[in-house]
């Protein structure tokens, strides 16, 4: 590819769009591809967007974000976590993946390795492959009592080479939660040997049966290694506004800024001003998707469970299941033929990591209705595949 760098021109489309983008508007799709529900953002928050549009918020801002929002941030996490977190700490960069992308490109250099816990979401490998550096993998375990990965079976894959290592819990796409004690394994292992850890926790407010997941913040100090990314996406439905923000070192409070002005210069200031509205007002409409999805995730349970062929390890977080079709050799086909018989969009496994290419990824963010839908299409259109 003329002008391309090889190792970009490599690069594939993640297959979470590779299908739903050939029918993602049409009406007729159940679309339970990618990690969003239908509900429109509150409409606080969208009156508080168009507040600060008439109040005149075009203008260019601070590249770490606005300072009131940095410091509603820092409430709310103050309030969430019960702790003091320094306000230099907190950048707002643009989305979470940006910040992902900017600790990564922060981190690793070519030449050396990351480590991500796998199944992944497809995005954090490819920006962990732009930096250059080696990949590899650690897997959890599918067990009937859901996904499992203990601290020690990650530090069992670190190297001497390893300066990055990514964690998302809860998980997108296992539903997989890191317990607090193998946070502190971990967390001392990259304490230990410099390690970049890269906490991922944009699903922090869904985990069933609590109000939010356990978080590195609560246990690193202001100067150990680690980059908790967050972000209005998930918690608020803001997936279009593309707002996230970083806890990160003291010490790097200066390079995230000049990281930010060479990715898109800080996020879309309107949008900034929204995300105060929804940190302070926000709280009820959090809690209300929290319980729907602990909702659906019954629903899903209940669809698949004592199907022959859908073995499912039940997810403990986020809004995704990640069942095992048995019999299928492609996830792709199946994804497509499903499409085209059924109406209903999920995204394939393979994408999420080698080792998955019998499953598929639902995610149950849709109001209940549609979702039920969806399910009762998926079960009958497994009964009837057949690729064997
Ligand atoms: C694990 C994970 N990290 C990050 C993101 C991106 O969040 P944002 O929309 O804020 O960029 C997603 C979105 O699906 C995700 O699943």
């Keep these: 590819m003329k002008g391309v760098r090889p190792d970009i021109a490599l690069l594939k489309q993640n297959g979470i769009t590779a299908v739903a983008f050939t029918r993602m508007d049409d009406p007729k799709v159940i679309p339970l591809w990618f990690g969003e529900g239908d509900a429109v953002t509150a409409d606080f928050i969208r009156e508080a967007a168009k507040k600060a549009l008439d109040d005149g918020e075009t203008f260019y801002v601070h590249t770490r974000g606005i300072e009131s929002l940095r410091l509603a941030i820092k409430s709310y996490l103050d309030s969430l976590y019960a702790m003091d977190v320094d306000p230099r700490r907190i950048s707002v960069p643009g989305s979470a993946m940006i910040g992902v992308t900017i600790a990564a490109q922060m981190a690793l ?33 599918e067990t ?15 190297t001497e080479k390893t300066r990055s290592i990514y964690i998302n819990s809860p998980c997108n796409p296992t539903g997989w939660i890191m317990p607090r004690k193998d946070q502190e394994e971990l967390l001392a ?29 609560q246990i690193a100090k202001d100067d150990d290694p680690v980059v908790v990314v967050n972000g209005f996406s998930k918690a608020w439905a803001m997936t279009g506004w593309r707002v996230g923000w970083v806890v990160t070192p003291v010490e790097q409070s200066e390079h995230w800024a000049i990281m930010s002005e060479c ?19 926000g709280e009820p409409v959090v809690q209300q ?62 994408t999420f990591g080698i080792g998955n290419e019998q499953n598929i990824r639902v995610c149950f963010a849709q109001s209940h209705e549609r979702l039920q839908e969806g399910l009762d299409r998926i079960v009958r259109f497994v009964e009837r595949y057949d690729n064997h």
């Design 289 to 350: 998707m929290q319980s729907q999805y602990e909702a659906a995730a019954k629903l899903v349970n209940d669809a698949f469970e004592g199907q022959r062929r859908i073995k499912l390890a039940p997810p403990k977080g986020a809004f995704y299941a990640f069942p095992k079709i048995e019999g299928i050799r492609s996830s792709l086909n199946f994804t497509k033929a499903l499409l085209a018989e059924e109406d209903v969009g999920v995204a394939p496994g393979y």
């Design 189 to 217: 292992c990259c304490r230990e040997r410099n390690i970049l850890l890269i906490a991922d926790e944009v699903y922090h407010r869904h985990i069933f049966g609590a109000d939010v997941a356990p978080s590195f913040l």
């Design 263 to 281: 990715f898109n210069t800080g996020a879309t200031v309107f949008a900034q001003h929204a995300c105060i509205a929804a940190l302070e007002r």
């Design 109 to 141: 250099n070519k030449g050396d390795e990351a480590l991500i816990v796998s199944p992944h979401w497809p995005n954090i490998e490819t920006t962990y492959a732009v930096t250059g550096a080696k990949i590899n993998m650690v897997r959890q375990r």
């Design 144 to 158: 009937e009592n859901g996904w499992q990965l203990s601290a020690s079976e990650i530090v069992d894959k670190v």
